[in-house]
């Protein structure tokens, strides 16, 4: 897992953070520009559930491979069930839920490249 | 068609925080418990319990019918006692739980939240019966 993607899942998820962070404190709900950079992040979650996990069938190193499975088949539903769970909610409340959310993919993918450089 | 009132405002964040730890505590007790659960019984079939408590809790606070509002809050309470006596267990002996769990001490690996959730889920389920009598269902 390159380390190059690691940090820009992590720029997208802490960026999608602070966007609703900001919607948070405006008391907004979500808005197109955040629900399509959401749905940039989630592309990448996709593509490194894939890239990783043929990555870590060939790899030589010595990583933890049950918990990494288990980050990597986990994080990509957090944004979908999160915008799901926020979108029936109009109030700051479910945009709350979306920081909640980007702030735990964020986490994820930190924990995925500790995992994967064996920290 | 009104939704029940424990998933409603606060409520969509608070099961929110439930929904993540429930998956958290499940992913780390499954893969303790697939991997090395002869090293630390008792810790790792603590951990076990921890996501079963997380995981009915939130599903309890989703659907927040009658019955579901009083399994919430008994899932909450044990919550509240399991994070406090684990706790307070690993603060006076460490070696007790050789390997961590989401509630070894006070839930510090987590930034005391598992501390904190509790008091304010049975606070909300409290809060929303005072409003809406025994919820919706």
Known sequence: MADWVAYALMAGALAGAAWSGVLLVLGRPMNDPLFWLLAVVELGLVVELIAGSIALALTEREVDGVTFIGYLATVWLVLPFGVAWAASEKTRWGTGVLVLACITVTVMVLRLHQLWNGL | ?137
Not at chain 2, 82 to 110: I, K, M, N, Q, R
């Open chain 2, 1 to 137: 068609m009104t939704e029940p009132a424990t998933r409603q405002g606060p409520g969509r964040l608070l099961v929110a925080v439930y929904a993540v730890f429930a998956l958290s505590a499940s992913a780390r007790s499954g893969v303790q418990i697939a991997t090395e659960f002869s090293e630390a019984r008792v810790a790792y079939a603590l951990s076990g319990v921890a996501a079963a408590v997380y995981l009915v809790a939130t599903v309890a606070l989703v659907r927040g019918g009658a019955v579901a509002r009083r399994v919430a809050a008994i899932a909450i309470a044990v919550e509240l006692v399991g994070v406090l006596v684990v706790g307070t267990l690993t603060v006076v002996d460490g070696d007790l739980f050789p390997d961590e769990t989401v509630w070894s001490g006070y839930g510090s690996g987590y930034g005391y939240v598992p501390l904190v959730l509790p008091i304010l889920g049975l606070a909300w389920v409290w809060h929303t019966r005072t409003r809406e009598g025994d919820g919706t269902g």
